[in-house]
């Protein structure tokens, strides 16, 4: 394997988790997200052989990620959101077993409430508490001010509440 | 729910991950193919859109790839795997790559199996034994058509303690008893050929009335100790 290649290795041990995650929870079906993902990580790849110096590839894969999420549900001619209600249906049912042991009821509904906000409430939610990303690398990625970002997540957790509320 | 609860749910689903087989087939195919790994029909897709790069060309281009599928699906149903192209996909993945991919198969059958024993949910518990006794059984079967991974699979196997490490009946112990089996029975043949200290050979002993005993987990923990 060349050096090129033992470097992308590191990077994808790195994001595929991240990536594959920002990827399910906004299309929620496994095989879409592993289609995705897949071109994600194909494009940086190519991308990293033009030009390994890259500065920041997480913000740059995830760029590739909300691009091609986007154009999923452009070509799919979906909306972005999924209603709670049409989860079940929604649901991939390869997952449907494992993600019953994994998650409980209430974190279920937090998932689907998740997938109803949005675009951008749902992308700093996820990088900020799932990925623990710290405001100022949300803001620097998504070229904000430090200030905007923060207000982005308290509103998205504001309208995660809501949603959560009009669901009960 | 509070403002706490909804964030503690928010960071459980922090366990959301890929399959680990899918990921690592995904990372093997992204560093070890020179092309893009995509599917034929993209890639012909994607030839002709760069062809007909205009206008009401697409369509034709679309009308042109949808033919050409169709002849191809219809020469795979002819069976004519003669064709030079025919089985391309399957000669790339080389008997190191097959091998891999079905060791990370089984461990993550095998960790989803653990939890499913855990939470003590029957109906999961079925599903997951399948999926192991499937796994277990091609790994298995990779190892017979290459007997020389058979050491690298027992190291994986000693160095990872989730393989089997579980207690879910009789199906799961059969299907691991054969993979065992196998793995003993080759590393037993290459001990033969090896050159051992007087303590080696008294271990290889063992290990030897071990597999006799069909006691092959044990037997493998056995020639580990020698072989290392």
Not at chain 1, 34 to 62: C, H, Q, R
Not at chain 2, 23 to 32: D, G, T, V, Y
Not at chain 2, 126 to 141: G, I, P, S
Request: proline share 3%; charged share 25%; aromatic share 8%.
């Amino acid at each position: 394997m060349s050096n090129q290649n033992e470097q992308f290795a590191l990077i994808y041990d790195q994001y595929i988790g991240k990536i594959y995650r920002f990827v399910y929870l906004k299309v929620d079906s496994k095989e879409i997200a592993e289609d995705i993902t897949s071109k994600v990580f194909l494009k940086g790849f190519e991308a990293y052989k033009k030009d390994p110096g890259i500065k920041n590839m997480g913000a740059f894969l995830y760029q590739i990620a909300r691009n091609d999420v986007a154009n999923h549900y452009r070509d799919s001619g979906k909306k972005q959101t999924i209603s709670p209600d049409a989860l079940p249906e929604a649901a991939d049912d390869r997952t449907d077993l494992h993600q019953k042991a994994v998650f409980g009821e209430d974190v279920g509904n937090v998932k689907a409430a998740l997938a109803s906000l949005k675009k951008e409430h749902q992308d700093v939610l996820i990088w900020y508490y799932l990925e623990d990303m710290p405001a100022e690398e949300i803001a620097t990625m998504i070229g904000k001010p430090a200030g905007t970002v923060r207000v982005m997540i308290h509103r998205g957790l504001s309208a995660l509440k809501d949603a959560l509320n009009q669901e009960g | 729910m509070t403002e706490q609860e909804l964030i503690n749910s928010l960071k459980e689903l922090k366990n959301i991950n890929p399959s680990k087989p899918w990921a690592f087939s995904l990372k093997m195919q992204i560093l070890e193919q020179k092309n893009a790994p995509l599917p034929v029909q993209h890639r012909v897709l994607n030839m002709l859109g760069s062809i007909f790069n205009t206008g009401y060309h697409n369509k034709l281009a679309y009308a042109f790839a949808a033919f050409l599928l169709v002849a191809m699906g219809f020469v795979g149903v002819l069976g004519t795997g003669s064709l030079p192209f025919a089985d391309k996909s399957v000669a790339v993945l080389s008997p190191d790559f097959v091998i891999k991919s079905r060791v990370e198969t089984l461990k993550e059958k095998s960790e989803y199996l653990t939890s499913a024993v855990k939470s003590n949910q029957p109906e999961t518990i079925l599903v997951a034994v399948k999926e192991v006794k499937d796994a277990a059984k091609k790994l298995t079967d990779s190892i017979a058509q290459n007997p020389s991974k058979a050491k690298e699979v027992a190291l994986d196997m000693k160095n990872n303690k989730t393989y089997f490490d579980i207690s879910a009946g009789f199906e799961v112990k059969q299907a691991s008893d054969e993979l065992y089996k196998i793995i003993d029975e080759q590393m037993i043949r290459d001990l033969e050929q090896t050159t051992l200290t007087e303590e080696q050979k008294i271990s290889f002993d063992e290990a030897k009335g071990l597999f006799e005993q069909e006691e092959y987990a044990q037997a493998l923990e056995k020639i580990l100790t020698i072989s290392n």
